[in-house]
């Protein structure tokens, strides 16, 4: 019995539906024709009740792909590791969001597409009650895929309660604000859940590791805790596919999706771009255009 | 009461804010001198770290200033330079910074009367704002000079 | 003579733990997540979960802590100070620690004093009394018994506290029991205790059943000392994402890094936590990085708390809090991975 991260659990849920019957079986033919040599998707997790990222490479082991409700974590991470890289071509389970971020890399040339069989899961939404991104899903369906399984439905779309937080903290003086996220980022611990889980995170050396200069402090103190955070959404600005990864990984609640909200509205209105939605349009902050003269600078 | 020389920095790109400000000076005009220049080449080269850098060194207030659009000596630096400003900017302004003193401004070469003008403006906006006091706050306080191991002055 | 305290108390025994120069760090809730934090109101505390999401490990080991600082004078001369210890050496209560946090300096302790005495960490445990609680409940994620721990384990406390349910099974009282020298005089120092026994008893055993062994650490080791290069490393671990989630929640993680921050004129040299599971951990100044991959990474980390720590110091650096596997943001469960080994440790040889 092959040893890759098998689940001693051992609790498979007996019923599945039909869109995990035929997503198995597009894995199993993928592995057996030697299409991929590897299938990552989502598993029974070691946590009775949780979902983990399995990566398969025997055929019979497909029926270990599951997917519903909980699968909330994004595979797309896993294209950055180099182990994963090596392996050349690989299958990868994705719902709406995750092949946005994957639609990132490949833009980004951080992912080779004929290195990928993209599984693409139709999906409502996913934690139970919905997780807070779901309801303003734009990508019910995903944007990018080899294979779709479920039937294609219109996307939930951005509305007024989307960007409410956001618009919650612009209605707070700017002093505020700054009591608001010392409060925050005063429980950062600095271990960079953010940074390693978001699939957009792709450089082989962060800034903040780099020490000649030293540009962001290492520090877990106020001051590093501060630029770090800062850093992070901004080097995601216009990237970020809102799939809130970071928010969920970070062990200390931090409300990261707040941040990053408020840059995609900033992009999406200044230039009308939301990141992910295919891999051909400039990325805004690598590009310009005449004519976007800011009041601000005098 | 000790008069606030406030720390302030400005960043100016190399050929035309940081010209401008040497036709102010050669032109004899009057302006505060309460800031330090960084110059470099381009708007464009200007990564946002060097603003929270700046910030971190303890700055009151931060310029930044280049050639106007359409005008940059390389062509297009001021155009990335200007979108990542509108994004920074706007960053900054919801983690709390106070966006008074932080100032942006195209000046060119030939521009001496203007950056006379706009140095007067933000140095008499920073005195009057006083110290940054709230982002003073989190940066680690320095050292005492010794006084256990019996060195210092 | 039987001592009890019951929970209406515990602000009587912060107040006068502070009357005695303590400060009070107990688990409060911060946002949605609770922390070891000073504490006023004893009301504050949150007594009900499993665990807190951080382990005190921070009143021990700091997160961030100058070891150093230097200034230069405008004649150029540098002087260097050694930081004050007397804030590390303040007197504090921590109050309402699992016993398998407890735990955790203790068996820290060992390498602390190993080639030199660890001043930052020997002091401030030193200045600390530790007031465990026993635990009545555990879930999935625990694994104390399999690590020499046990849900009413006195390892790591000065005293500890023996909950006793009432009929709805709301925890109020408390049997107390003296475990150091520190925690009798800490106990005649302050109020709040009351002579006699809890109304009701006071007993773990119905956790105790549930917390079975999972795995025998010695079998582990044996399995550890010759899998080093075993397939298994290869794929067990291609989930994780190489955050310092676990490491830095752990009770038992010590690692740390030095740093220097300041300028020509002044500045501070200092420590700050660490993680092995980073990229960056074992990279040297030539390029070269001994752990490249991640799967290198937790490999090591499996074998520094089940194979070197204890050949060195013979205790498992581990006490089954169970955290790195709650707070792994993919699921990651540390224990299952050593119960795997286990598994294949007790595998008959040819198979």
Not at chain 1, 197 to 222: A, G, L
Not at chain 2, 113 to 141: M, T
Not at chain 2, 144 to 150: F, I, P, R
Request: charged fraction near 25%.
């Amino acid at each position: 019995m092959s040893a890759s991260n098998e689940s001693t659990t051992g609790t498979a849920t007996a019923e599945t539906t039909k869109e995990v019957d035929a997503l198995r079986k597009v894995a199993r033919e993928l592995l057996e024709s030697g299409a991929v040599k590897m299938v990552i998707g989502y598993g029974e997790g070691y946590t009775q009740g949780k979902v983990m990222p399995i990566f398969l490479t025997d055929p019979e082991e497909v029926n270990r792909l599951i997917f519903d409700k909980r699968c909330v974590n994004n595979l797309a991470t896993y294209l950055k590791k180099p182990e994963i890289r090596a392996m050349g071509k690989v299958a990868i389970v994705v719902k709406g969001c995750d092949a946005r971020a994957i639609n990132v890399l490949l833009l980004e040339n951080q992912a080779r597409r004929e290195n990928l069989v993209i599984l693409g899961m139709v999906c409502e939404g996913v934690g139970d009650p919905a997780e807070e991104k779901c309801l303003s899903c734009l990508v019910n369906t995903p944007p990018v895929y080899d294979h779709l399984f479920g039937e294609k439905i219109p996307a939930r779309g951005w509305n007024e309660e989307t960007f409410a937080k956001v618009e919650e903290l612009d209605a707070m003086s700017p002093e505020e604000r700054w009591e608001f996220w010392r409060r925050h980022f005063d429980r950062c611990i600095k271990c960079y859940a953010c940074r390693q889980v978001c699939p957009i995170c792709t450089c082989t050396r962060c800034i903040t590791d780099k020490n000649q200069p030293q540009w962001v402090p290492t520090s877990p103190h106020p001051m590093g805790n501060y630029h770090w955070n800062l850093t992070r959404a901004f080097h995601l600005a216009g990237r970020c596919v809102s799939c809130n990864e970071c928010e969920r990984a970070c062990p200390v609640d931090i409300p990261l999706s707040i941040i990053n909200l408020a840059l995609v509205k900033a992009v999406h209105d200044q230039y009308g771009f939301i990141a992910g939605m295919n891999s051909e349009d400039s990325p805004p902050l690598a590009t310009y255009k005449e004519g976007e003269e800011q009041e601000f600078i005098k | 009461m000790a008069e606030f020389h406030p720390k302030i920095y400005a960043f100016l790109c190399n050929w035309c804010t940081y010209a401008g400000a040497d036709l102010a000076g050669t032109s004899r005009m009057l302006y505060p001198a309460d800031f330090r220049v960084i110059k470099v080449p381009c708007t464009g080269r200007i990564d946002p770290e060097f603003i929270v850098k700046a910030f971190e060194q303890g700055a009151d207030g931060i310029w930044v200033s280049g050639c106007h659009i359409g005008d940059c000596h390389y062509n297009t630096g001021n155009y990335y330079a200007q979108r990542r400003w509108t994004i920074f900017r706007h960053e900054l302004d919801c983690l709390g910074i106070d966006l008074r003193r932080l100032k942006f401004t195209w000046i060119s070469a030939a521009e001496g009367r203007k950056f006379a003008d706009e140095a007067k403006e933000f140095v008499n906006r920073i005195r009057d704002l006083g110290p940054y006091e709230r982002f003073h706050e989190i940066i680690p306080a320095e050292p005492e000079l010794a006084l256990k191991t019996g060195g210092g002055n | 003579m039987a001592i009890s305290i019951h929970a209406n108390n515990f602000q009587t025994l912060f107040d006068s733990a502070r009357d005695a120069g303590y400060r009070v760090i107990a688990p409060v809730r911060d946002h949605t997540v609770t922390l070891f934090k000073p504490v006023e109101k004893a009301d504050q505390i949150v007594l009900d979960e499993i665990l807190p999401t951080k382990s005190p490990k921070e009143y021990f080991l700091a997160e961030h802590e100058p070891i150093l600082t230097y200034c230069r004078d405008k004649s150029g001369k540098v002087s260097i100070a050694d930081p004050s210890l007397e804030e590390v050496m303040q007197p504090t209560l921590i109050f309402g620690v699992r016993p398998c946090d407890a735990a955790g300096p203790e068996i820290i302790r060992k390498v602390m004093t190993w080639d030199c005495d660890d001043q930052f960490f020997l002091r401030r445990r030193e200045a600390s009394v530790v007031v465990a609680i026993a635990c009545v409940e555990a879930d999935d994620a625990c694994f104390c018994t399999s690590v020499g721990q046990a849900p009413d384990g006195t390892e790591g406390a000065d005293i500890l506290l023996v909950p006793s349910s009432d009929e709805t099974g709301a925890v109020q009282e408390y049997l107390v029991q003296p475990v150091t020298d520190k925690g009798s005089e800490f106990i005649k120092a302050t109020k709040g205790w009351k002579e006699g026994n809890p109304s009701r008893a006071a007993a773990c055993d119905e956790v105790k059943e549930k917390l079975q062994k999972r795995f025998d650490p010695d079998r582990v080791r044996e399995w550890l000392d010759a899998g080093f290069d075993d397939p298994y490393w290869n794929t067990a671990t291609l989930s994780c994402i190489g955050c310092g989630t676990c490491t830095y929640l752990c009770p038992t993680c010590h690692c740390f890094d030095i740093v220097d921050e300041g300028d020509l004129t002044c500045g501070s040299r200092v420590k700050n936590w660490d993680s092995c599971q980073m990229c960056q951990f074992t990279l040297h100044a030539s390029g070269h990085n001994p752990r490249a991959t991640q799967n290198e990474r937790f490999r090591q980390r499996i074998m520094h708390k089940f194979k070197y720590y204890p050949q060195l110091f013979g205790v498992v650096l581990c006490t089954g809090c169970g955290r790195c596997q709650r707070s792994c943001p993919v699921d990651l469960a540390l224990a299952k991975l050593v119960e795997r080994i286990y598994q294949l440790a007790c595998e008959p040889v040819g198979t």
